[in-house]
């Protein structure tokens, strides 16, 4: 069964079709998971080995070619003819001797496309230097163009049912994120809280299950708030750790990620201060949004209402989310911050995450929201604000939140 | 703190560096985050965005370099001086206007490495094309070789740490295995045995916790175990439905992979007789397992004890494993296929996987074994043969596995 119908997959592909006239491209190699599902339906945790899917500017469906074991995960998730759906023998499957694109570029040669302009996208996680190599070599009469985040482009405008799953994911996000608070205390350890998460993230509601989030839950603890990317220890939580948790619902790919800041016992003053005053920029932020300005406004907004406090924050704050594959959720398109002229339209969706890392400690505050005809719609309903954890496991077994 | 001794990373490197030496590369760019980890010590999830260790064949210690943020948890989880991580501003981050390559190439030319023999990891997810491009760019005058896969052949013997980690890995792959178990029945649905999992998988044991794994859990059912990388859905499970799980535990970054496949209620036939003939492959290969032996031996073994039953199996067995991150927790070197003559040594770490996928059914059932001495250790110890699931939970919460 197709996630989305498909009058809906073939709009996208004519949307592709177009961005691919208007860059002189012919025929399109697009290897992002992400890309592939967008224009296919294709959803499977084969992205480890090659495959690809090919979209050729004057036939009607593409082509998708992917190993010889998963050829029949292709033919139940896509909405392409079973002729569309080709396969490499084993052999090809991490060699030393034989490459996937070798027999790639075969098939394009037979079909007829080997000195077309042929798209690809070089800046892709599963699209190597190598693999690039194979198809200059092996199509010495094809012009390349790269056409990294050609189809990433066409996604950022969501249709009514993708906001839909991404208001799903919001709502496993919600949960996650109260599972993740509860099993912060003393007394529990940090591979505890990662794992109660995880178990609602997948468990999803009654309704609906929940499908892998593209990044794992992250919870830094301690000295480790000052730094995003690191994930859980097997540590006790102890009295006057804070916690970052930063996390993503997820429903049929699409995410909502989620982020807050707990602290364990009574909050250090500079800490609840900091929470106050990212509190009041993602405020300012949000009254900022509606359709028509740039991204880069959003920017401004956050420098107006934060700089008074001497927040100077380098990153960028912020992404366009929605459908995705590991390592990443962000969709790789516009960011929120200077320079960005992203103009705003209705059914974009972005996470606002202003993360502020110091040399000792750290404070997560995020919001996803949707870009409506008017102005902006949060995703998710946790409080903005640090979230204080009572140190002991309660003995009703209730939430532990004090305040 | 560090997860080996320092000494160890160094013994690591200098393996890294005599192979280097043989292959006459001066310079190599690690961006396999395995092999980062592998020589570093560096783990968090920062994948998603250009990093880099660099290895000098003259110099003592690697150099990391990555994002400004990621720098602090590369000071905290590496062995180096902090002098070696370097970091890139923020605005190179996800950019159409600037690339991280741009600028770790303007630190080789500073450092004075600009002009040499550079080796880099062609045929990995995380050197994208772009990558490549921009470097052959802006480093004119290094001469660049493939060394992928250079230290992934260094990985594939462990040391006796390594192997600790992975047996813990193997408990972890153990009980996430029977929690999965215990939730397959009617009444429950895909995802909610794929919760169940993931908890045991993150929460680990009483004495250590778990790590995520490289590729989620994968549960097709019915009709979908005749292809073997869907994940889970939101159906409910049906008697007579049969259920592939395949697994992993994890322990700081180290697999155990595992396979079984359940049926719920009577197994038909066919799936039984499968099953008992791919336990006794499995005996023969383990039997032929010892240190000397080339692996395409162990292909010839399943053969042998397979082919009599119609059994002709084209997919490769399995594959060296042990460290590793996402998408993958395959080691991308030896292959237990025809063809692969990588001799066995003791303290190589396998899973062997065959998978048996027909037209509407299919059936894995898998070991990861140690190659020791003398022959064989398995990691795991779980039932070789079809688990009989309960269709109804018990009320007395049993497992469910009536046989």
């Given at each position: 069964?197709?996630?989305?119908?498909?009058?809906?997959?073939?709009?996208?592909?004519?949307?592709?079709?177009?961005?691919?006239?208007?860059?002189?491209?012919?025929?399109?190699?697009?290897?992002?998971?992400?890309?592939?599902?967008?224009?296919?339906?294709?959803?499977?945790?084969?992205?480890?080995?090659?495959?690809?899917?090919?979209?050729?500017?004057?036939?009607?469906?593409?082509?998708?070619?992917?190993?010889?074991?998963?050829?029949?995960?292709?033919?139940?998730?896509?909405?392409?003819?079973?002729?569309?759906?080709?396969?490499?023998?084993?052999?090809?499957?991490?060699?030393?001797?034989?490459?996937?694109m070798e027999f790639i570029a075969e098939i394009l040669e037979q079909i007829g496309h080997g000195n077309r302009a042929v798209g690809v996208e070089k800046e892709q996680y599963y699209f190597t230097a190598k693999s690039y190599e194979v198809l200059n070599e092996k199509l010495p009469n094809a012009t390349f163009k790269d056409?990294?985040?050609?189809?990433?482009?066409?996604?950022?405008?969501?249709?009514?049912?993708?906001?839909?799953?991404?208001?799903?994911?919001?709502?496993?996000?919600?949960?996650?994120?109260?599972?993740?608070?509860?099993?912060?205390?003393?007394?529990?350890?940090?591979?505890?809280?990662?794992?109660?998460?995880?178990?609602?993230?997948?468990?999803?509601?009654?309704?609906?299950?929940?499908?892998?989030?593209?990044?794992?839950?992250?919870?830094?603890?301690?000295?480790?708030?000052?730094?995003?990317?690191?994930?859980?220890?097997?540590?006790?939580?102890?009295?006057?750790?804070?916690?970052?948790?930063?996390?993503?619902?997820?429903?049929?790919?699409?995410?909502?990620?989620?982020?807050?800041?707990?602290?364990?016992?009574?909050?250090?003053?500079?800490?609840?201060?900091?929470?106050?005053?990212?509190?009041?920029?993602?405020?300012?932020?949000?009254?900022?949004?509606?359709?028509?300005?740039?991204?880069?406004?959003?920017?401004?907004?956050?420098?107006?209402?934060?700089?008074?406090?001497?927040?100077?924050?380098?990153?960028?704050?912020?992404?366009?989310?929605?459908?995705?594959?590991p390592p990443d959720w962000g969709e790789h398109t516009a960011s929120i911050r200077k320079g960005d002229q992203t103009v705003l339209q209705p059914n974009m969706t972005f996470h606002f995450i202003p993360g502020i890392w110091l040399d000792y400690y750290g404070l997560e505050m995020s919001e996803s929201f949707l870009v409506?005809?008017?102005?902006?719609?949060?995703?998710?309903?946790?409080?903005?604000?640090?979230?204080?954890?009572?140190?002991?496991?309660?003995?009703?077994?209730?939430?532990?939140?004090?305040?």
């Amino acid at each position: 069964m197709l996630d989305f119908d498909i009058v809906e997959y073939q709009s996208r592909l004519e949307k592709t079709k177009s961005s691919m006239e208007k860059r002189g491209i012919e025929v399109l190699l697009i290897t992002d998971p992400a890309n592939m599902n967008y224009l296919s339906g294709y959803d499977a945790w084969s992205f480890y080995v090659h495959q690809m899917l090919i979209v050729i500017i004057d036939e009607p469906q593409p082509i998708w070619i992917g190993r010889f074991m998963d050829a029949a995960g292709a033919k139940a998730k896509t909405w392409m003819y079973d002729e569309n759906i080709m396969s490499y023998p084993d052999y090809y499957v991490q060699s030393e001797n034989y490459h996937p694109m070798e027999f790639i570029a075969e098939i394009l040669e037979q079909i007829g496309h080997g000195n077309r302009a042929v798209g690809v996208e070089k800046e892709q996680y599963y699209f190597t230097a190598k693999s690039y190599e194979v198809l200059n070599e092996k199509l010495p009469n094809a012009t390349f163009k790269d056409a990294s985040q050609l189809v990433n482009w066409v996604r950022i405008i969501k249709s009514p049912q993708e906001i839909e799953y991404i208001r799903r994911a919001a709502k496993i996000a919600e949960r996650s994120m109260y599972a993740g608070l509860k099993s912060i205390h003393t007394g529990a350890r940090e591979c505890d809280a990662a794992a109660s998460i995880f178990f609602e993230l997948v468990r999803g509601t009654e309704e609906y299950g929940g499908d892998y989030p593209s990044i794992v839950p992250m919870l830094p603890t301690g000295e480790n708030t000052s730094t995003p990317h690191l994930t859980w220890s097997d540590q006790y939580f102890k009295e006057d750790n804070s916690v970052i948790v930063e996390l993503a619902g997820c429903y049929k790919r699409y995410h909502c990620p989620l982020a807050r800041t707990a602290h364990i016992g009574q909050a250090p003053e500079k800490l609840d201060r900091l929470a106050e005053i990212v509190a009041e920029g993602i405020d300012e932020v949000m009254s900022t949004v509606k359709p028509g300005i740039v991204l880069e406004e959003l920017e401004e907004a956050w420098r107006r209402a934060t700089r008074r406090y001497g927040i100077d924050k380098e990153s960028r704050l912020g992404y366009s989310m929605g459908l995705n594959y590991p390592p990443d959720w962000g969709e790789h398109t516009a960011s929120i911050r200077k320079g960005d002229q992203t103009v705003l339209q209705p059914n974009m969706t972005f996470h606002f995450i202003p993360g502020i890392w110091l040399d000792y400690y750290g404070l997560e505050m995020s919001e996803s929201f949707l870009v409506t005809e008017t102005g902006v719609e949060m995703f998710t309903d946790v409080p903005r604000e640090l979230l204080i954890q009572s140190p002991f496991q309660l003995p009703d077994g209730s939430d532990g939140i004090i305040s």
